[in-house]
């Protein structure tokens, strides 16, 4: 694969069984596994048209989906626009290297720019490191850690 040999667009209904694929990969990368029924609703909310859900976006090499990505902009306390949370970032291990993942995180800026949304976020694991490597020279580690209920 060269570089830029793909398009990122928006997620389509048509593209289901090639998300779903990507998705299952992602998923197995976090060692996660979920329910159809969570496909099926995650998926619709990809495709949907509420401004307030998950927003969808893909690498697309002529008709093959390389990469995904999922997006939702919320409302935040400390400010009076919207912010963008990206929580959802996969390449196919084939494609990585080649652009895959900053074109995509480099669309969400572009579309929380759109949006008027003028801060994007995300998390990772800390080890990760592949990835972070991207994400440290686009982005900035902030000194926060993450908790959740137990």
């Not at 494609?95 to 995180?105: E, H, N, Y």
């Not at 759109?114 to 982005?139: C, F, H, M």
Request: proline share 5%; hydrophobic share 40%.
């Amino acid at each position: 694969m060269t570089r830029q040999s793909f398009i990122v667009r928006n997620l389509r209904s048509e593209d289901a069984p090639q998300w779903r694929e990507l998705w299952t990969a992602y998923l197995a990368f976090y060692e996660t596994e979920l329910p159809p029924s969570v496909f099926d609703s995650t998926f619709a909310r990809l495709v949907g048209d509420d401004p307030q859900d998950f927003s969808g976006l893909v690498a697309d090499q002529d008709g093959r989906l390389i990469g995904l990505t999922h997006f939702l902009f919320h409302r935040h306390g400390w400010k009076i626009e919207n912010t963008c949370y990206l929580q959802d970032l996969y390449a196919l291990p084939e494609a990585r290297g080649q652009g895959v993942g900053r074109a995509l995180i480099e669309s969400v800026y572009a579309a929380a720019d759109a949006a008027g949304a003028p801060s994007v976020y995300w998390l990772t694991q800390e080890t990760n490191v592949q990835a972070r490597k991207l994400y440290d020279r686009i982005g900035t580690l902030s000194p926060f850690i993450k908790y959740q209920r137990a």
